[in-house]
């Protein structure tokens, strides 16, 4: 069998790999104050849980690193197949939780494979963009296979119901329409088709409960026991942490079980009441230096399909980050999308994990070409 090439070994991804597990670190620790159910160890099972899977997410960074990226362009479209077949499998054997049908069980593990779209979506946009041999301006014809791709599994996601998801799996694949030239008419008419698109989701795909988080966001104090209490309590948790926080496992929002989905969503309310505007400073200084990396990689990849690829996941971290933080700080409609890498859930973790491997993949091999 034919060992690693000695130049991937000699020029690691030292970077953006101490910065990962810095973050995933940190998001453990934080777990660990924000977590009730302790075990007979002292430690939280949300949290040793946690650990688990980023020893299994680190092995998997690890393996994405043997395999030659541009071998991944071929699998593109497979792996979208198979993605959209297991969010078609959610709705007949998927497990319910809190009245979400977004997991499927298998065995000891629980996948949810709207994770896994984020990945099929990067890697498809970014072989088509890759394949694109014409550098003429993008027409309306050359949108509507994209545009369907988006379509197939968004709306089996927020069919879930899960519309943070399908919010980040649509922004992150029209990020790619950045890096092209799209011809103002088709723009325009795209733009339009989207508004036609969110007027129909909202009267006939949305919730109450989703139309609810919209209006108490513009209202906070419409319902603000119910609908708007996430939100509330969220930003009392970050503003009562001042700059230095109250310490660790000190945060009365959090530890009096004030601030509900502490685990997930509201993950960096935590971080904020306990570890202040310092704390949460250092923790965006380490995304800022994700995606900094991220970009940076993507600009000396020496071919095409390694720089979208490479800026696909710059995009989904990116999104993700600042939905996240925009929503825990009351300047985006509650939606529920993990902190990548921060947020408790094991595929999240495995798919950001994956994300960072095939981000230092494209690092790596620029010395190999």
Not at 166 to 191: E, H, M
Request: proline share 5%.
């Amino acid at each position: 069998m034919q060992g690693i090439d000695r130049r991937l070994i000699q020029n690691f991804e030292w970077p953006l790999f101490t910065m990962a597990l810095l973050v995933a670190g940190i998001g453990i620790v934080n777990l660990v104050s924000a977590s009730p159910d302790q075990t007979a160890s002292g430690l939280p099972g949300t949290a040793l849980r946690q650990l688990a899977w980023l020893g299994i997410g680190v092995v998997l960074m690890l393996a994405t690193l043997v395999p030659d990226y541009r071998t991944l362009e071929r699998f593109a479209f497979p792996f979208y197949v198979l993605v959209v077949a297991l969010l078609v499998g959610v709705f007949f054997g998927g497990r319910v939780v809190n009245g979400s049908r977004r997991w499927l069980d298998l065995g000891p593990l629980n996948l949810q494979p709207s994770e896994l779209a984020k990945l099929a979506m990067i890697l498809v946009f970014a072989r088509i963009l890759a394949r694109r041999s014409s550098a003429s301006p993008v027409g309306l014809r050359d949108l509507i296979v994209p545009a369907v791709l988006i379509a197939i599994p968004a709306a089996l996601i927020v069919k879930q119901p899960d519309l943070g998801t399908t919010l980040v799996v649509c922004i992150v694949s029209a990020s790619f329409l950045v890096l092209t030239r799209v011809r103002v008419f088709s723009f325009v008419l795209l733009a339009a088709i989207g508004v036609v698109g969110a007027t129909v989701g909202w009267f006939y795909f949305l919730h109450d409960y989703q139309k609810e988080r919209v209006f108490t966001f513009l209202d906070p104090e419409r319902d603000p026991l119910g609908t708007a209490y996430h939100a509330i309590q969220s930003q009392i948790a970050v503003g009562s942490g001042g700059l230095f926080g109250k310490g660790f496992g000190l945060g009365s929002q959090s530890q009096l079980d004030f601030l509900p989905e502490q685990q997930t969503d509201f993950v960096f309310s935590v971080l904020g009441e306990e570890w202040g505007f310092v704390g949460s400073a250092v923790v965006l200084a380490l995304y800022l230096g994700i995606l900094i990396r991220g970009l940076m990689i993507a600009h000396s990849s020496k071919d095409s399909f390694g720089s979208y690829l490479a800026v696909g996941i710059v995009a989904l971290f990116f999104w993700a980050g600042l939905i996240n933080v925009g929503m825990v700080i009351g300047v985006v409609p509650v939606v529920g999308v993990p902190l990548p890498m921060l947020s408790y859930g094991g595929s999240a973790l495995l798919t950001c994990m994956i994300a960072i491997g095939l981000l230092m993949n494209v690092s790596m091999r620029r010395y190999v070409f």
